[in-house]
């Protein structure tokens, strides 16, 4: 769907991840983003000649890693301005510019940026305890399992999905906001990366109990319903996101008579979430240890591993890493919000915290 916005597709049974970032200011988008990146490529044909290419360079530069190459498709008569550019930003020509693009790798002579961009962390780092099996536990325990990375999930119940995920059917769909808000953006990169996640288990043969008739939304009021008819227009979502629907196409889709017109998302649609944490976690199993039944008491860190215990105070699990997926009980076990610490050692590694929870997040 070519939706304004950061896209994640993975390929090769999820080896290799493609961030692609549309949107109508090339600039905008990357200096949003913090990562280290591999390769760009960077298409500027649609009159994004009016970029600043010394603005658009610096921020590659932010971003790439040793030897990145960068792919710049842009107008011929552009070129030579982009060269300067990437040469003042620590980028040297590479071979295979074919026509219309630039290639370059990056190759700084000299300094060239006061911050390393992030980097992936090392491998005796790569093993984390997950804490919760709702569909946020099974959906990092899926993710971390898949880069590598050897994970522990506990759960207090028998099974994954037992709390908030364990309605029968929840429905899925991105939120439309007039103003295209941090929830808008958000919930619209979610969606996008569900479906194609989704999607993915379905083909290997999940079955997740999907509809795939779209879901309708019916606005509060009329003035609702024409203030996001015009949001879409505005914003040219294509109509396999979101399309603006009158109240008679809104009665035609839903099959009974509805009060007001709204919006229809084709791609929407209701979904079992006990379906999808099984099938996450069954796709991974050989990579998962599943601790159910056990209830982490408290969690602790001593500077260098994480630990969960009973109530007994045994030990359940320890890593490096630790995740809370544990929806309510994640304040108490983080002693967060006025919630006692969960440990002296916790209270003592705030900055270590920080760090292994950004780098689960990696
Ligand atoms: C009635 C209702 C309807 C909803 N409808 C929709 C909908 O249509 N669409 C939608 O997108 N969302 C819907 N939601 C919201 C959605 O269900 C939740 O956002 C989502 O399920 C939260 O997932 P989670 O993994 O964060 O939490 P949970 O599913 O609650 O998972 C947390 C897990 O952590 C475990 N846990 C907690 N503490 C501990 C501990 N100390 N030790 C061991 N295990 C622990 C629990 O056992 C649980 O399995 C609905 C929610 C409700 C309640």
Redesign the pocket.
């Known amino acids: 769907m070519r939706v304004p916005g950061v896209h994640r597709l993975a390929f090769d049974t999820r080896r290799v991840v493609l961030t692609l970032a549309i949107g109508d200011d090339t600039h905008g988008l990357l200096s949003g983003m913090w990562l280290r990146a591999d390769a760009f490529h960077i298409d500027m044909t649609n009159g994004r000649e009016t970029d600043d290419p010394r603005r658009l360079c610096k921020t590659l530069t932010r971003l790439a890693g040793d030897g990145a190459t960068v792919c710049l498709t842009a107008r011929e008569k552009t070129h030579a301005q982009l060269r300067r550019a990437l040469d003042a930003a620590g980028f040297e020509p590479a071979l295979g510019t074919s026509p219309g693009s630039l290639t370059a790798r990056f190759a700084p002579r000299w300094r060239v940026r006061c911050h390393e961009p992030p980097l992936p962390c090392d491998a005796s780092v790569r093993e984390a305890i997950v804490?919760?099996?709702?569909?946020?536990?099974?959906a990092m325990s899926s993710r971390l399992a898949g880069r590598g990375w050897r994970v522990t999930l506990?759960?207090?119940?028998a099974s994954?999905?037992?709390?908030?995920?364990?309605?029968p059917?929840?429905?899925?769909h991105p939120i439309v906001w007039r103003d295209d808000s941090v929830a808008a953006r958000f919930t619209r990169a979610g969606f996008l990366c569900a479906r194609h996640r989704w999607r993915a288990l379905e083909q290997a043969g999940h079955d997740l109990e999907s509809s795939d008739a779209g879901l309708l939304q019916i606005a509060d009021t009329p003035e609702d319903a024409d203030a996001l008819a015009a949001a879409i227009a505005r914003f040219a979502y294509p109509a396999d996101y979101v399309q603006p629907v009158t109240r008679t196409e809104a009665s035609r889709i839903a099959g009974i008579e509805v009060a007001r017109g709204g919006w229809f998302f084709p791609h929407g649609g209701?979904i079992s979430?006990t379906a999808i944490c099984t099938a996450q976690l069954a796709d991974v199993s050989d990579r998962i240890a599943t601790r159910m039944n056990?209830?982490?008491?408290r969690i602790a860190h001593d500077g260098r591993i994480w630990r969960a215990f009973d109530a007994n105070g045994d030990e359940i699990a320890g890593a490096p890493v630790m995740v809370l997926?544990?929806?309510?009980?994640?304040a108490?076990?983080a002693g967060l919000y006025g919630h006692r610490r969960a440990s002296c050692a916790a209270s003592s590694a705030s900055s270590t915290r920080a760090c292994s929870i950004r780098c689960a997040y990696r």
């Open positions: 804490i919760g099996a709702g569909l946020a536990g099974c506990i759960d207090r119940h994954p999905a037992r709390e908030a995920s364990g309605n059917v929840g429905v899925f209701a979430p056990t209830d982490v008491a997926a544990s929806a309510h009980d994640a108490r076990l």
